[in-house]
T-cell receptor
């Protein structure tokens, strides 16, 4: 069990560019969550998957954001036409249904210049 | 919808002194409650959780929390802190095992030698 991993750890991009982040959950964890954390705030829920199905999306997830989990294992979060307001830490978490404990990855810090 | 209020954004405390980090939640139904810790440049780690049963919950690293339904609180305590406890602490609530976590804004604990 190597824990939840996220890549890249840091990403600097120019406004208007597209970025994609990857999350590898703990193996056999069927629930996968994405959160966004801005400076001085707690994590805010974006979306979550059970296996490959995306079950819920927050209103924070604008049309420029899309998330996938094609084979029920790793997940990607893509942001199109990035804006400075997208600068944040993007956290991924996973868990087993019925466990209640979410295991978090180290996050991807996005800076939009 | 549920919400979480962490009453103190920063708490400085001397090493070996006791500490209490306050958390209040708002929900019209029963909830599950969690405390997470975040060390610099790392993801969140679960300290403890309350699902049901005994209102006093013990967690890792000597932390404990008490669920008080009448006051809708879930305060975190440690009788004697160490320098290594310096971190950001987040209280979170979930309606059930199937809903995402809602986090407070966090409390930065600074332990002074």
């Amino acid at each position: 069990d190597t824990g939840v991993s996220q890549n890249p750890r840091h990403k600097i991009t120019k406004r208007g560019q597209n970025v994609t982040f990857r999350c590898d959950p703990i193996s056999e964890h069927n629930r996968l969550y994405w959160y966004r954390q801005t400076l001085g705030q707690g994590p805010e829920f974006l979306t979550y998957f059970q296996n490959e199905a995306q079950l819920e999306k927050s209103r924070l997830l604008s049309d420029r954001f899309s998330a996938e989990r094609p084979k029920g294992s790793f997940s990607t979060l893509e942001i199109q036409r990035t804006e400075q307001g997208d600068s944040a830490m993007y956290l991924c978490a996973s868990r087993v249904v019925g466990s209640y404990e979410q295991y978090f990855g180290p996050g991807t810090r996005l800076t939009v210049t | 919808a549920q919400s979480v209020t962490q009453l103190d954004s920063q708490v400085p405390v001397f090493e070996e002194a006791p500490v209490e980090l306050r958390c209040n939640y708002s929900s019209s139904v029963s909830v599950y409650l969690f405390w997470y810790v975040q060390y610099p440049n790392q993801g969140l780690q679960l300290l403890l959780k309350y699902l049901s049963g005994s209102t006093l919950v013990k967690g890792i690293n000597g932390f404990e929390a008490e669920f008080n339904k009448s006051q809708t609180s879930f305060h975190l305590r440690k009788p004697s802190v160490h320098i290594s406890d310096t971190a950001e602490y987040f209280c979170a609530v979930s309606l059930s095992g199937n809903t995402p976590l809602v986090f407070g804004k966090g409390t930065r604990l600074s332990v002074i030698a």
